[in-house]
């Protein structure tokens, strides 16, 4: 989960009453503009961009303040491990690690992705730049990674210049639903676990459209709820509930589906659409998580990296309930632009 972020806006989803989108958290809308006098229309325009001003500087600071902590506990891929499913084994530190990085290999082969396809590549939501920089030197191609968080891009960089990859890896501070990039640059398009921190899905999506290169492949590795089930308008009140309780800890917006994603690439005409739910092959993440902050080197560095370090390890048992219980999917959802 890494630090980028998009202006507060739901109302731009594509409904259309024959589609399989059914959650609302994909489809709040604010009062119709016809009813509202100006003046109204104006404290809802305010009270939007407060919210999307509060909640972009609040993953901002939670990310500038737990990034170091997360380093130096687990490494620089801020992002689930891929295990075996029902695997007993108990790992150790390295194996966790190893974990991660098999996430990114997985994902890769899921998508299709082959070496010679990839030369320009986007790391949007880029943490300290794991990803950009394995991926950068797998392929031998240029990456340039985002985030919201000053931190996170000042540790990538230097990381990336303690490597010698400086010339073909670089970081900056930017908003994933307004990239600086022109249309069509990168071959691949790179989002593992950032997905989730975006309040307009519809706008996510389409500037990962806008920015991969024709025949170019995107990657979405996210955090998802459930897919509803036929006949199914909301979650239940008991899912919704502890989906609230994990985002007041970690700054995020409203959840959706693999399905969501799905019909959202689609309203583009995008091909090989495909998407999988991964959450079996993620089980073993967070109890090795929470098993790692009660160690005493853990527990101590808690406690100096500050209150939202705290406060995001308390909520670490509803991530492992939000699994257990189906509410919580792992979900990668992938697709090609035409050439």
């Not at 991926?135 to 985030?147: N, R, W």
């Not at 991964?278 to 929470?290: R, Y």
């Not at 670490?316 to 979900?331: A, D, E, R, S």
Request: net charge neutral.
């Amino acid at each position: 989960m890494k630090a980028t972020l998009a202006p507060f806006s739901f109302t731009s989803l594509p409904y259309r009453t024959n589609s399989s989108f059914r959650s609302p958290s994909l489809l709040l809308k604010s009062p119709s503009s016809a009813s509202l006098t100006t003046a109204a229309r104006g404290s809802v325009a305010l009270k939007a961009t407060t919210s999307t001003e509060a909640l972009r500087e609040g993953i901002a600071e939670f990310y500038n303040e737990t990034s170091g902590l997360w380093e130096e506990i687990w490494g620089d891929h801020m992002h689930h491990g891929f295990y075996d499913p029902d695997s007993s084994i108990q790992l150790s530190d390295s194996g966790h690690r190893e974990a991660q990085i098999r996430m990114i290999e997985e994902s890769l082969h899921f998508a299709g992705v082959t070496e010679e396809r990839v030369k320009r590549l986007v790391d949007v939501g880029c943490g300290i730049g794991g990803s950009s920089r394995y991926l950068a030197s797998k392929f031998g191609a240029e990456c340039i990674g985002i985030t919201l968080s000053p931190v996170q891009a000042k540790r990538a960089n230097d990381l990336a210049a303690a490597q010698s990859l400086s010339k073909r890896v670089s970081f900056q501070v930017a908003d994933a639903l307004e990239q600086p990039f022109e249309d069509g640059k990168f071959d691949l398009v790179w989002s593992m676990e950032s997905g989730e921190h975006m309040p307009d899905k519809a706008k996510f999506v389409k500037e990962l459209v806008r920015v991969a290169a024709p025949g170019g492949r995107i990657i979405i590795v996210t955090w998802c709820h459930r897919n509803l089930s036929q006949g199914e308008e909301t979650l239940q009140p008991w899912e919704q509930n502890l989906l609230d309780r994990i985002c007041k800890t970690f700054y995020l917006p409203a959840w959706c589906s693999t399905d969501d994603y799905v019909n959202l690439l689609q309203s583009h005409s995008l091909q090989d659409i495909k998407c999988a739910d991964w959450s079996e092959n993620v089980a073993p993440f967070w109890p090795a998580v929470i098993r790692t902050a009660l160690t005493w080197n853990g527990l101590w560095s808690l406690l100096l990296s500050g209150m939202k370090s705290i406060k995001g390890a308390l909520t670490m048992p509803l991530m492992i309930k939000g699994y257990k219980k189906g509410v919580i999917k792992f979900g990668i959802i992938t697709c090609q632009k035409p050439l």
